[in-house]
């Protein structure tokens, strides 16, 4: 994937003059120390995060730790102390204001958490807005805007004024202004924040299902984990100023790496955010013979008997596994088995699961890649190490 947006060494002190701050910082001072020497603030300490095209990447932290900031950075909303904003290559911190007009109106969108609407201007008029600041002629733009009203569910409401409307479909006006102008990069700061939770849901789904055809590339502000989670192909946390911990949702819950970050975690439901893949083993060879072999948990207990392709041809229970090893003849086989794709769920991968039967993970081809645990599963679930022979205690 090709990096649209990427930040390198991003500095904010709020001051006229942040040369000192900046010192302090670079010498290893955090922003703590800065307001007790300066009275300045710090915004972003040193900030570094690359975001792959396409990605929906969330950036998340508690109150006051710099995301705003960091998203008005990016938009020079905001004007950066030190550092370098690269889209799709281009540093746009040193550009001039004709220039960075031009980059706010085609390249980055914004969505924020109170979405102000102009209240005399009916709903279509609203979307049309930053394509009038961009030129596009009016019937260009009347075009655009009904469709992306059509795009977030809004096409019936499209004459009437803002305050028919309820919040939830005030938001999506703004997503729709956001989405009207064409730009790649949208970037919504606590987009969703203020709407209630159910309304809220309907709007992450929304923006998922939009995500899947419009293939944005979309930098989300969120103090949500539970929000990040489900959005995010990639989280950044934040905590004064300084970005703590990058990743994908599943590596950061599995390895929070510190107490700030972990405490976010605690209340994840694991069941439904690991995936097949980060649990499964890599399957160890039960018996070879003639006509194929069978795999399984190294542990031990029935496995799969696999063709030269290494796809799954059937079970073969516990006790077949240990005659044919016994014997040397080929273990009898049962059609029956449970095989899951890698992305599948957890909880997902337990609707499946028949005793007796083991566990196979496949690619697209139906190439066994893995075998999954029950124990193994249900430490993952639990938070609780893995137990290493496959027994539970
Ligand atoms: N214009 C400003 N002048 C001075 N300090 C500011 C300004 N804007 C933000 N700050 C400070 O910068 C730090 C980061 O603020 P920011 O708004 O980025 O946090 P945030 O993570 O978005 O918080 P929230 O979740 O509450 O929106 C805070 O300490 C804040 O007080
Ligand atoms: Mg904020």
């Given at each position: 994937m090709t990096e649209r947006l990427k930040i390198e060494n991003l500095y904010k002190v709020f001051a006229k003059d942040p040369a000192r701050a900046l010192q302090i910082l670079a010498s290893g001072g955090d922003k703590n120390q800065v307001f007790e020497k300066l009275g300045q603030?710090?915004?972003?300490?040193?900030?570094s995060l690359s975001v792959p095209s396409g990605a929906m990447y969330m950036v998340m932290g508690l109150s006051g730790s710099g995301k705003s900031t960091l998203a008005r950075c990016i938009n020079r909303l905001n004007e950066p102390s030190a550092g370098r904003i690269l889209l799709d290559g281009q540093d746009i911190v040193p550009l001039d204001e004709a220039a960075l007009r031009h980059v706010r109106r085609t390249r980055i969108s914004m969505v924020f958490q109170h979405f102000a609407l102009l209240p005399n201007k009916r709903v279509i008029e609203n979307v049309e807005f930053g394509l009038k600041l961009?030129?596009?002629s009016a019937p260009e733009r009347r075009r655009r805007a009904e469709e992306v009203l059509s795009v977030v569910g809004l096409a019936r409401w499209a004459y009437h004024r803002p305050h028919e409307l309820s919040g939830g479909m005030r938001q999506r006006v703004g997503l729709a202004r956001a989405l009207a102008t064409d730009a790649d990069i949208l970037i919504m700061d606590e987009a969703f924040s203020a709407l209630d939770p159910?309304?809220?849901?309907?709007?992450?789904d929304e923006l998922l299902r939009l995500q899947s055809t419009l293939n944005k590339t979309v930098l989300f502000?969120?103090?949500?984990?539970?929000?990040?989670?489900?959005?995010?192909t990639r989280i950044a946390i934040m905590s004064e100023g300084r970005l703590v911990r990058e990743g994908t949702p599943q590596s950061i819950v599995l390895e929070p790496g510190s107490e700030y970050v972990a405490a976010f975690t605690r209340e994840v439901d694991r069941a439904r955010l690991f995936d097949a893949r980060s649990v499964m083993s890599e399957p160890a060879t039960l018996w070879r013979g003639k006509d194929g072999i069978v795999v399984g948990e190294a542990a031990g207990g029935p496995g799969f008997l696999l063709d030269g392709q290494e796809r799954v041809m059937g079970s073969v229970s516990d006790a077949q596994i240990v005659h044919a090893r016994q014997t040397g003849e080929a273990p009898a086989l049962e059609p029956e088995h449970v095989c899951v794709a890698g992305s599948t769920k957890l909880v997902d991968v337990a609707r499946h699961y028949r005793p007796g039967l083991p566990i196979g993970?496949?690619?697209?081809?139906?190439?066994?890649?893995g075998v999954l645990g029950v124990a193994q599963m249900l430490a993952r679930i639990a938070n609780a190490p893995a137990p290493q022979d496959g027994s539970a205690p």
């Open positions: 603030v710090v915004g972003l300490n040193g900030v961009r030129g596009v159910l309304i809220r849901t309907e709007m992450q502000i969120t103090h949500d984990f539970q929000e990040a989670l489900k959005l995010g993970v496949v690619d697209e081809g139906g190439k066994l890649v």
